[in-house]
């Protein structure tokens, strides 16, 4: 890597990209948030209507959907097709069919490929990509990897907080099945040799950004 390079990975919930962008943020490096680009993909096949069991048409539309995201931890905006989708993308319309497209191999070989050009990209010192697979697929050479914990509780709760139109049952249904779903194409939820394991459960979000900078910031 042309700079140093934190991976962080975490289920729904963790916190991760909030506490990715705010340790960037201190630090001074760039923040990329790999799940921006499954939900932009997953987006744009709503969009067209591409039925999204057919893993071909989802991969199809990666020929021209011109994405693009900043990656400045104080405004992170995401385009796609010439439309900026960074709210949109967040809708539960998204979330509830983001994992199918996430599924499909060739979609995570063809963003996985992107995800390395972007964090050699030059410009800050340094950068933070959080995701489900950054610490295994996308970048197992990072600098520093970084597995983001909180147990389903706490998480559900942190989620509660953040939405406000559906009830608590329902969210955590649909916080549930996402995990399930994404767990069976990459392991998140279990650090691989060589990660750090920071459990927030315990920790409000101060602490945890500052954990996250203690860690990057250690000698190695
Ligand atoms: O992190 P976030 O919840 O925004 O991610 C949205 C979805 O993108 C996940 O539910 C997962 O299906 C997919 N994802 C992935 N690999 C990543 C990041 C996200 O499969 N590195």
């Not at 990715?20 to 760039?30: I, K, M, P, T, V």
């Not at 969009?47 to 069991?53: F, G, K, Q, S, Y």
């Not at 992170?76 to 960074?86: D, L, Q, S």
């Amino acid at each position: 890597w042309t700079r140093t390079v934190v991976a962080v990975d975490g289920p729904a919930g963790s916190g991760k990209s909030s506490v990715s962008r705010a340790a960037a943020r201190e630090l001074g490096f760039a923040f990329l948030d790999t799940g921006a680009a499954y939900r932009a993909l997953a987006w744009l096949a709503l969009e067209r209507a591409v039925d999204l069991d057919d893993a071909d048409a989802v991969f199809g539309l990666l020929a021209d959907w011109d994405y693009r995201i900043s990656t400045d931890p104080d405004d992170v905006r995401v385009w796609v097709a010439g439309t900026e989708v960074t709210q949109a993308i967040r809708e539960t319309r998204v979330s509830s069919v983001v994992s199918s497209v996430a599924r499909v191999p060739a979609v995570r070989e063809a963003l996985g490929r992107h995800f390395r050009l972007t964090l050699d990209e030059p410009g800050a010192p340094g950068v933070i990509a959080e995701g489900r697979d950054i610490t295994t697929v996308v970048a197992p050479d990072a600098s520093v990897r970084v597995l983001l914990t909180a147990s389903e509780s706490v998480r559900l709760a942190r989620r509660a907080g953040e939405l406000g139109s559906v009830t608590r049952e329902e969210l955590a249904r649909q916080v549930t099945e996402r995990d399930r779903r994404d767990s069976q194409v990459v392991d998140f939820m279990t650090a691989a040799d060589g990660v750090t394991t920071l459990d927030s459960s315990e920790l409000d979000f101060d602490q945890t950004v500052r954990a996250l900078v203690t860690i990057v910031k250690a000698p190695r």
